[in-house]
């Protein structure tokens, strides 16, 4: 069974330090990888995507990939109240498919 | 770019009645879209994927035929709940595969939340 695998939380993160989220993934065939924020109530967001290892930057977001060790990862620095949200971690193997984690749940305090 | 939409955006239906909701890409053509449902603090669950001019392609544990896909174009995917139970009360997400530059990105809609009484 393919799987995605993502700490629950909450991850309590200070105001304008640095929130750190992990993925783990088991299909060695991933080829894509996504992050998506979803506020409560609300329907996911893309916020970055990452397909070769390395880092990749977008604002306020870095995205981390190791292909070697099944591992993608999620900066967001200067974290935000608005930041908090639960962020899901998607994989994408052949085919068309997302597979989701279960999301870790983010919490900036002022 | 890369927008979706869904309608409605809440419904309230008695039970044993049938529900459509629409899942649109408005600003690019979707050949694959996908049908998600979503429980309260749960992850999401891909329900189908709908291909356009084609059946879709349902998961398992997911009766096909109490939840009916229709993709009859390249921005328009129905799903429709029949014969709905208080079961199927839940937050149902649509979203359109979007390639372009070669990349292969899904973006979703803003949901439907069905309350089944």
């Known amino acids: 069974q393919k799987e995605v695998e993502q700490n629950s939380g909450p991850l309590s993160v200070p105001e304008g330090a640095i929130a750190s989220l992990n993925c783990t993934y088991s299909?060695?065939?991933?080829?894509?990888f996504f992050w998506y924020r979803q506020y409560s109530g609300k329907s996911p967001e893309l916020i970055m995507s990452?397909?070769?290892?390395g880092d990749k930057e977008d604002g306020r977001f870095t995205a981390q990939l190791n292909k070697a060790s099944q591992y993608v990862s999620l900066l967001i620095r200067d974290s935000q109240p608005s930041d908090s949200a639960t962020y899901l971690c998607?994989?994408?193997?052949?085919?068309?498919?997302?597979?989701f984690g279960g999301g870790t749940r983010v919490l900036v305090k002022p | 770019g890369a927008v979706v939409s869904q309608h409605p955006s809440r419904v309230i239906c008695k039970s044993g009645t049938s529900v459509k909701i629409e899942c649109r890409s408005l600003?690019?053509?979707?050949?694959?879209m996908f049908w998600y449902r979503q429980f309260p603090k749960k992850s999401l669950m891909l329900m189908a994927t709908?291909?356009?001019?084609?059946?879709?392609?349902?998961e398992q544990g997911v009766e096909k035929d109490k939840f009916l896909i229709n993709h009859a174009s390249l921005t328009l995917s129905t799903l429709t709940v029949t014969s709905a139970h208080p079961e199927d009360s839940s937050f149902y997400i649509c979203?359109?595969?979007?390639?372009?530059?070669?990349?292969?990105?899904?973006?979703f809609g803003p949901g439907t939340r069905l309350t089944v009484l």
């Open positions: 600003d690019f053509q979707a050949t694959t």
């Open positions: 709908s291909n356009e001019g084609s059946k879709a392609t349902y």
């Open positions: 299909d060695r065939g991933s080829q894509s």
């Open positions: 979203s359109a595969r979007a390639t372009s530059g070669g990349t292969d990105t899904q973006y």
């Open positions: 990452i397909y070769s290892n």
């Open positions: 998607a994989v994408k193997a052949a085919g068309n498919k997302l597979t």
